[in-house]
DNA sequence: AGAAAATTCTAGTATTGATTAAAATAGGCG
DNA sequence: CGCCTATTTTAATCAATACTAGAATTTTCT
């Protein structure tokens, strides 16, 4: 792999990081040009290497997509901690892990793999790929939970409304094109505003300590109660 | 195409029902089995045949790929236009598509396919799908603007809330599947309710009444942006 | 029944693209 | 310089599977 400043990183590291670009140019060509449409030659071009030399990287083809999906989940995860620890009520948690998420799917750690092909990955892979799926939704259901019982959150379906925010998430990779702008804050606050409206109990005298639009940064949001269950994992 | 009771109709429809058998099946074989996991084989045995069979229905995978496609466009498309008819303010057409959309992905008109792999379609029938996509996008904008127009919708980024609306939808296939039960119903009125509390505005009394005294916004008559819809073949 | 059309099957072919083996290049270090 | 390791390339191989040609079978119609 060509043009790199890495010098004052030792062998291991200096690989990591290359295969760190790897995955990277993989995830944005799966997501641009569709799995099947993607050869391993497609990959090495971007990166201005041969086919072959991918090789190097990953034991083939199927580990590198599993190794995209990995990192994907990985993302997701650090998020979810991320929100879990800043964040009080478990509206707060769950809208500071939202906006985590989308910062990072946005942001520089790349274009995320959207997860349209796990079912040709290995049986190995698979399992871990759907066990980190499962956790990471049983999570953030845990989280609509934790609000729904200190009242932060209306009450509902927590799977069905955890299917629909996660989906909302999902998708973003399919249209979301990196341009430069201001446009992640746009999608950020968007969803986050769209979400909590959504969330929010209805009765203003519950939902009146949820903070206006933009507390995401901001650590002082008067909490309610802060009940119930936490996530394992 | 064995085991059918189709007496009653004529060649030609006699054709495109199966054809539609066979995109139903091979629909739920992407969904399932990922696109690349799938052959012409495994949907022709989900059929009772041999893949070279198939080839009476499509010219090829990529056509068989571009039918399922246009079949969930159109879908899509059918049950925007319902909405629109059927509701009165932009939020009640919003909803009432949404609606319809989930009970369609969720019902008898089968598993619909997530459009993952447009990118490998023939030029032309990928611009058919991107156009009839954004259209969609458009008109779902559309119906929101309205909304926020008559006071049924907080104002908000219509792109965005779109886009997270739209993602929340497209993203059902992925984890959907059929078991009989009640779960349709449940999917649709959680997802409704909570679309409809995340776009609803927060102020009672401005949602209350839908299309209030002065101001543009007939229902009936026009839209606030976007043109388009309707769907020929 | 028997002809014609519709539908499916058998038996390939051909191409694509992942994968491999071994050679070549580059960089650091004695 | 000359060795060692890391990295990449060249040139094949190999398997999967989309696709085709023509035969076989079933259905429909008179």
């Not at 040709?120 to 934790?146: N, Q, V, Y």
């Not at 950020?188 to 959504?198: A, L, N, S, V, Y």
Request: hydrophobic letters at 40%.
């Amino acid at each position: 792999m060509t043009g790199e400043d890495n010098w004052h990183f030792d062998r291991d590291t200096r690989f990591s990081l290359k295969r760190d670009r790897l995955l990277r140019a993989a995830a944005e060509c799966f997501n641009r040009k569709g799995y099947s449409g993607t050869s391993l030659k497609d990959v090495a071009q971007r990166l201005g290497l041969t086919d072959a030399a991918l090789y190097y990287y990953v034991r083939s083809k199927e580990e590198l997509v599993y190794r995209c999906y990995l990192r994907a989940a990985q993302v997701g995860a650090e998020a979810m901690a991320r929100g879990r620890e800043e964040g009080d009520s478990g509206l707060d948690k769950a809208l500071r892990y939202l906006g985590h998420h989308i910062d990072a799917m946005c942001g520089d750690e790349g274009p995320m793999a959207i997860m349209s092909e796990i079912p040709s990955l290995s049986d190995a892979h698979k399992a871990d790929i759907l066990k980190r799926s499962r956790e990471h939704s049983l999570d953030f259901e845990a989280l609509l939970a934790e609000g729904i019982n200190d009242g932060s959150i209306a009450p509902c379906d927590v799977r069905m409304t955890g299917n629909a925010i996660m989906g909302a998430i999902n998708w973003i990779p399919k249209w979301y094109r990196p341009d430069g702008s201001a446009q992640r804050e746009q999608i950020r606050t968007q969803f986050i505003d769209f979400f909590r409206r959504g969330l929010a109990p209805s009765d203003p005298a519950l939902a009146a300590d949820a903070a206006p639009v933009s507390d995401i940064a901001d650590p002082a949001a008067g909490p309610v109660a802060g009940r119930s269950s936490a996530a394992r994992s």
